[in-house]
């Protein structure tokens, strides 16, 4: 064997060494990982066995906080609506036609909720009495989120964080959700009358109501002449074939047939049945999609404050205990700090 190949042999050997030594740390290593965090999970459990009497006692504190504040609390209930302002999607442009601009319903909407702590502001808004009125615990509007792009709402903003530079994201045109809630069960059939008729009695949306049902008139109206525009040409054009020999008919240029105009009629009938639709169906500037539902479960009951309070009153107990364990030392680190 040539002095070339022992080197490459060597060369070799030593890669492998080199490997199967990486290997070998890379797993001493893994085991390591793995029994830290084995010894790290004893410990946690160790140290909350050994804190379970501050853990318990926070947590009891807790569960009393709780039952105290709900005591002095006064229970509500929800509701919610859901409906449109009158939009309709068209599916072949892709996009909503028409329509209130929800944006100034939910605006308007929105301020009664600024005016529920001003209860004779309220009572008036909404045509009940001031003793009514103080029933009344929050009134709000949110906008429907679409998500997948097909203009029906995925979710509606509850926590209103939409950001319009999301670009995943766009809040659909047309879709309102309204939800109410009431200290008690029994104003609630006011509430509901007299919010609607709120809305429907604003002047500014009144006449953006007005301006679109016009404009949806007009739409039908200028949709019909259009078809019997199309009708009137076509019934020439069957005319005037006839009254020539087929065998000496010329077509010149690219003239439609006939018949490639009955896909033109019936597109513009479906768009006159969408709006008349929208019409009979827009009776009022918000259209009822989904009822109120009624006020059956109670909202923050007597365990969601026991459940919070305790869970973090013993989540805090840990905490309380080492502080309390280490508040000389902790003392002594404030002096010193303050001293320098």
Not at 61 to 70: F, H, Q, R
Not at 207 to 222: G, H, S, T, W
Not at 257 to 268: A, C, H, I, Q, R
Not at 307 to 319: N, R, T
Request: glycine share 6%; aromatic share 10%; with cysteine.
């Amino acid at each position: 064997m040539n002095e070339s190949n022992m080197q490459q042999n060597i060369g070799k050997t030593n890669d492998e060494i080199d490997i199967f030594e990486f290997c070998s740390r890379m797993w001493v290593a893994f085991k390591n990982f793995l029994v830290g965090i084995k010894d790290l999970i004893v410990s946690l459990i160790i140290f909350l066995i050994r804190k379970s009497l501050w853990i318990v006692s926070f947590g009891l504190t807790g569960v009393l906080i709780g039952l105290l504040l709900y005591s002095v609390s006064r229970p509500f209930y929800s509701s919610s609506l859901e409906g449109t302002t009158g939009g309709i999607y068209d599916i072949d442009e892709k996009r909503y036609i028409g329509g209130v601009d929800n944006s100034v319903v939910i605006d308007h909407i929105n301020k009664l909720d600024k005016a529920v702590s001003k209860t004779p502001v309220l009572a008036n808004y909404l045509s009940m009495s001031v003793e009514q009125a103080k029933e009344v615990r929050s009134i709000k509007a949110y906008y429907g989120i679409d998500v997948d792009k097909d203009m029906k709402p995925d979710y509606v903003d509850i926590k209103e964080s939409y950001n319009p530079k999301d670009t995943n994201q766009i809040r659909v045109p047309s879709f309102v959700h309204i939800k109410v809630s009431v200290f008690d069960e029994n104003v609630f059939p006011v509430l509901r009358k007299g919010l609607l008729r709120y809305v429907n009695n604003n002047s500014f949306v009144q006449k953006l109501y007005e301006i679109d049902r016009k404009q949806k008139e007009e739409m039908i109206e200028e949709l019909k002449k259009e078809i019997k525009k199309i009708e009137e040409f076509q019934q020439a054009r069957i005319r005037k074939e006839s009254s020539i020999d087929q065998g000496s008919v010329v077509i010149v240029g690219n003239e439609p047939e006939p018949k490639l105009f009955y896909g033109d009629v019936l597109s513009l009938r479906n768009r006159i049945q969408m709006l008349e639709r929208n019409l009979q169906i827009s009776d009022e500037i918000i259209v009822i999609v989904q009822d109120f539902t009624p006020l059956q479960q109670e909202e923050r009951t007597v365990l969601f404050y026991i459940a919070v309070l305790g869970g973090l009153m013993a989540v805090m107990g840990p905490f309380c205990a080492l502080l309390w364990q280490y508040r000389r030392r902790i003392w002594q680190l404030i002096r010193e700090d303050s001293s320098k």
